[in-house]
């Protein structure tokens, strides 16, 4: 397969070209690669409430107005709200032989529709909405949430708990209990307040406590989805999603599985100081620590072990499969002629059996692969994706702590990117300051 005839042609005319003994040689044969299918993919069409954050409004004369964030973000019936992109299958490929290269299908995902949601009549590629209310993203598709509307949570509200999204226009004050089963997004002020959402945190001003004792604060904020907000100080923040800070994120616990980002839009303002910052998948700051010398500890890409564990479970998984198919093909193969067995149902159902198991094995066995193939992707390139980028300062007493490894800085460092390389904490000052990453 894949013979090029005009290559062979011209290394015959070569041949006869050269003298006695010499010989010559040229690629007359290639193969084809095959195409590995892609991934199903989401793409929302409509933004959230914390990507408020990241658009302050432009005034008349150029200017940016920081305060004022513009409206709230809401969706009418019928607005398309995401779209999913279908898995593809790939193309086979060949080697020069004419044997099939096979190729791997993409992963596929279900798009569900949520509440106050629903597929378009004509594509169920498409969600819409069927309600007014506030967009909420969810790990497999969208939600519209009824929206309750406060103006302050305080002792006259008492303690708020509601099925849907919450709007507080003004502030949430001292020992008040915010409950949401979407999203909570706050116009003003936290203060000394808790805060539990199963969607997204979005604060558009600051969060304020202080230490009630060792890594216990005041202020308490935990959201399934992202944490978003101006400023924070004297806060505990667990986001099972990205944490977004774009002013100060100050003496403050904070722990995501996602990533952490102290800074503005333009990267040139961010201070991450004190406390400790946890960010499984890596931490952006235009500035870590304090010219004082502020002791802060901030920790990436923990859980690598975790993952080189899960990735032995599946290769074992794969291989108990691999062994289980060959033996039902083995059972198969040792079967009497067909003409012995075709009037015997009892036969024909077993047989029907092992088929059918031997298929439910083979797909999951696909599965699986890709799953391995993607998780051993992960696994080996964890150190190089996972990382800290200081896009102007690190200052001393910041203790730097990336997988197994830790380092205390003993001095300033300018923008670099700190990362485990070759089980050394390396400090890259040539590497391009990455701007901060959106919401």
Known sequence: MGLSKLKIQALLQQLGTLKAGETCQSEIAQGKAAVNGKNARFERKVFLARERLLQPQERED?????????????VKANDVLMIKHPVTEGAPGYNIKGEVLKQKSGKDIVLQAGTGTAFHPK???????????????????????DVLELKDVDIGTGHITFKGSILITGDVHEGMVVKSSGDITVMGFVDSATLEAEGDITVSKGV???????NEFSTNLYAQGQISAQFVQYSHLVAKGNILVTKQLLHSNTKTAG??????PS????????GIAHAEKGITAVVIGATAGTKTDVYCAMEQAALKQDLKLLDESVQAMVV???????????????SEWQADAIMIEQIKMMLDEKNRIMA?????????????LEVEGYYEKYRID???????NVEVHIGPLNHRTAREHGTCCIANVNQEINFDYNAKAVAPPTV
Do not use: Y
């Open 62 to 74: 150029g200017s940016v107005d920081m305060r004022n964030l513009g409206s709230m973000i809401m």
């Open 123 to 145: 594509d169920r590629n498409i969600l819409i909405a069927t309600v007014a209310g506030q967009p909420v993203e969810t790990r497999t598709g969208m939600n519209v949430d």
């Open 208 to 214: 304020i406590g202080r230490q009630v004792k060792v």
């Open 259 to 264: 990533s952490l980002t102290v800074s503005d």
């Open 267 to 274: 990267g040139r303002r961010g201070d991450l100081v004190g």
């Open 324 to 338: 289980a198919s060959l033996d039902i093909t083995a059972r198969l193969n040792k079967l009497p002629p067909k």
């Open 364 to 376: 999951e066995r696909t599965r699986e692969e890709l799953e391995f193939d993607n998780l051993k």
């Open 390 to 396: 200081a896009l102007k300062h690190v200052f001393l």
